[in-house]
């Protein structure tokens, strides 16, 4: 009788412990090492990890029946790609009130793998990711190998994936049209299986932008919107780089009017030599932070790559004078339109920067 209690005890314990197990729920903090980063994030920050620019992400493996994500956000005018195992799709717009945003549910039991992806620009604002929160029998998994390789661009709005998704042609400033999952630079790394940074601004050009800001003043920031929080190369040392940029400068130095280029050239416009020297310098300084990359100076693919563009020349130019064995050019096809490149314009972009490298680079 004894033994029969004894065992009833224990089975009893055994089921509680079932039932409490299938009930567990576990909150992931930001710090926590299962969580892999993509982009330049600000992790130095005790209750959350700043997202700033577009492309970054956040990747967790896990089990569980759920989860969620809790996040904060400046304005509420960024959009992200909540994709789950590497399939279905969920459009988030964070809150600017810190809080949980359900991101899937009665998940089948075994392996999940959850992404979270910056669609939007750092001029919408910055995000505040704080963790997830698994339930039901909530387990973290190893993360994947490391990706054996890296890539990194420098880009407009074009990179950007500024109006992609703006069917009318009209481009739109709206950020839902915006997607930087789907430009031609998201589209190259994920072929390659690559780690992805995306340092972009729509407008922004070398020797002049619509905007305040130049390329060589924004490149080495961590913080877009910050000039004092640098970021440290050293975390991230990429095996391609390419630098799509000279599109915005093709119109600003026509237009004498324009206050960026008052403030940048006076009543003069740039010659050619002081437009390959500023070209130049930028992909030394590139140089100086990556001794070891292979770096491709591209152009596309609105008007500036025309054939015949003398900016097309600039460039070519400006990496001849280099003399880097490891500094490439090539220029992505001109796709005429009336307003930026479409999805399918991004993927035509992306075929031939794909095969490019696939030629050229061996990495």
Request: charged share 25%; net charge negative.
């Amino acid at each position: 009788m004894i033994n029969f209690y004894k065992n009833s005890i224990l089975l009893i314990a055994f089921m509680l412990i079932v039932a409490c197990s299938n009930k567990q729920e576990l909150y992931v903090a930001h710090t926590n090492s299962h969580i892999v980063y993509n982009g330049r994030v600000d992790a130095t920050k005790t209750n959350g990890t700043q997202l700033f620019w577009s492309g970054t992400s956040v990747k967790l493996h896990f089990e569980g029946t759920s989860i969620a994500v809790l996040m904060k956000d400046d304005y509420g005018d960024n959009y992200y790609n909540a994709i789950l195992d590497q399939d279905s799709l969920y459009i988030l717009r964070p809150d600017t009130i810190k809080r949980y945003h359900q991101l899937a549910t009665n998940l089948p039991k075994g392996k999940h793998t959850i992404e979270i992806f910056k669609r939007t620009e750092w001029d919408r604002g910055t995000t505040t990711f704080y963790g997830f929160e698994i339930k039901g029998n909530a387990k973290l998994l190893s993360e994947s190998p490391p990706s054996k390789r890296k890539i990194e661009f420098y880009g407009n709005s074009i990179t950007a994936g500024y109006a992609v998704e703006d069917l009318s042609g009209k481009d739109s400033p709206d950020s839902t049209y915006t997607n930087n999952y789907a430009s031609y630079a998201a589209i190259t790394a994920r072929h390659f299986d690559a780690d992805y940074h995306c340092i972009c601004r729509s407008g922004i050009g070398i020797t002049v932008s619509w905007i305040p800001l130049i390329m060589p003043e924004m490149y080495d920031r961590l913080n877009p919107r910050d000039a004092t929080v640098k970021w440290d190369f050293s975390l991230y040392q990429p095996d391609v780089v390419v630098v799509n940029l000279f599109q915005n400068d093709s119109w600003i130095v026509n237009i004498p009017d324009n206050e960026e280029f008052k403030k940048r050239f006076g009543d003069k416009a740039p010659d050619e030599v002081y437009i390959i020297k500023a070209y130049q310098q930028f992909i030394k300084d590139i140089r100086q932070q990556y001794p070891e990359t292979a770096i491709i100076c591209s152009l596309g693919s609105m008007d500036a790559a025309k054939e015949g563009s003398k900016w097309i020349g600039y460039i070519e130019k400006a990496v001849i004078d280099l003399n880097d064995a490891a500094v490439y050019t090539h220029f992505m096809p001109y796709i005429e339109a009336a307003a930026h490149p479409s999805v399918e314009d991004q993927k035509k972009m992306a075929e031939s920067l794909i095969t490019f490298i696939e030629d050229t680079i061996d990495w």
